[in-house]
């Protein structure tokens, strides 16, 4: 019986050498093969698809070059390899790689999968001098999230709604130049076929369902689980009702924000003005 690719309860080592053989035999490659494209010997290779031995960045950057995963592999190993991360996000990120749809609503700051780096750093040194996280910690979670992203591009890539407070337009992180980048790699973004943006209006008031950000995942089972983040740790959400809850607040949510048009003219309206 094949291994549960998506079961939590294994490790992120396990979870590696599980996708690095599923994509070894849908190919029909055998071990000595694969170590021949990638430039590693079939002994390491069976090493670890079984966990037996650690992997390394320059290994996951081979796979994914030799399968064209766009980075799943070397997402695979940040979870091997990352201490970082908020309790319960490594959870949630494993759901996301796998999923079939994205939706999320954020406050205050852009969602973590549209941030550009320079924005990212800003929000991880500000931690920094807070004392929540060393500066290395910051480095590692700036990478982390740059290799995230890769996600939006993946083939075939998810389906991605995203709904922003109109606060997250109008914080000016990371200062005018910063801010200004952001906003024009929002408006490149905005282009994705796969990907809706909408903004929600300071207009709409106590009509915004939601008080902290929220993630909606469709699985490939078209099953969706929820994720909420507090500020000491992260939370994959499964309970049936919960999600439903969650499931039916975003649906109105989508519908009383501005269209995409409209949403798109705000986000330029914020560029301007810091132009």
Known sequence: MEPDEDDQSLSPAVRFGNELRRQR????????????????????????EGAKKPVTRKFAVAADRVFDTGGVFVELWRRISNASLLEGFEEYV??????RKIRTFELNVIPGLFQTEAYAA????????RGSISQSQAVERVDFLMGRQQVLHRVPPPTVHAVMDES????????????????????????????????????LGEH????????????RDRSVV????SQARGI???????????????????VESLSKVASLD???AARKDLE
């Open 25 to 48: 035999r849908a190919r029909g490659w055998s071990q000595v093969e694969l170590g021949k494209r990638m430039g590693y010997s079939h002994g390491l290779i069976s090493y670890l």
């Open 94 to 99: 494993d759901a996301e790689m796998r999923c």
């Open 122 to 129: 800003a929000l991880a040194s500000a931690a920094v001098l």
């Open 168 to 203: 997250c337009l109008l914080r000016p992180v990371g200062g005018r130049d910063v801010m200004l980048h952001q906003l024009r790699h929002l408006e490149s973004l905005a282009e994705l076929p796969t990907l809706t943006l909408q903004v929600a209006p300071f207009a």
């Open 208 to 219: 915004v369902p939601f008080t902290m950000p929220v993630v909606l995942l469709t699985l």
């Open 226 to 229: 929820g994720y909420a983040e």
């Open 236 to 254: 994959v959400e499964r309970g049936r009702k919960t999600v439903e809850a969650w499931d039916s607040d975003y649906d109105q949510l989508q």
């Open 266 to 268: 705000v986000i330029r």
